[in-house]
């Protein structure tokens, strides 16, 4: 069982930064599949960025560019760092991760999420 807790959220003003933080619990997630999933008020979710443990990354089109994901295997931590965010980047965003092969399609759905830290950008 893994537990993945999540920090860093907050509030910004556009054009601004912000980092997020993943910490795992209960099992060495080296070989996960780790990402960020975001999901808006009224909203679907929306898989955001993603990272193997091939260190193969991918990125949504809407934050790439902007955004940088990160592990430290060491540490067993996952950071999303943010930067020159929008207010359409306002969402409650959830630290993903799962044994096995990345694939962005089922970032949503992955095995275990922390309960997301809330992320607000005003314009």
């Known amino acids: 069982q893994v537990h993945l807790r999540e920090s860093g959220g907050g509030s910004v003003q556009a054009g601004g930064s912000l980092t997020l933080s993943c910490a795992a619990s209960?099992?060495?997630?080296?070989?996960?599949?780790m990402g960020w999933f975001r999901q808006a008020p009224g909203k679907e979710r929306e898989a955001v960025a993603s990272i193997g443990s091939n260190a193969i990354i991918t990125y949504a089109d809407s934050v790439k560019g902007r955004f940088t994901i990160s592990r430290d295997n060491a540490k067993n931590t996952l950071s999303l760092q943010m930067n020159s965010v929008k207010p359409e980047d306002t969402a409650m965003y959830y630290c993903?991760?799962?044994?096995?092969?990345?694939?962005?399609?089922?970032?949503?759905?992955?095995?275990?999420r922390g309960q997301g830290t809330q992320v607000t950008v005003s314009s």
């Open positions: 993903t991760a799962e044994r096995g092969y990345c694939y962005f399609t089922l970032l949503t759905s992955l095995r275990y």
């Open positions: 209960g099992e060495n997630t080296n070989n996960f599949c």
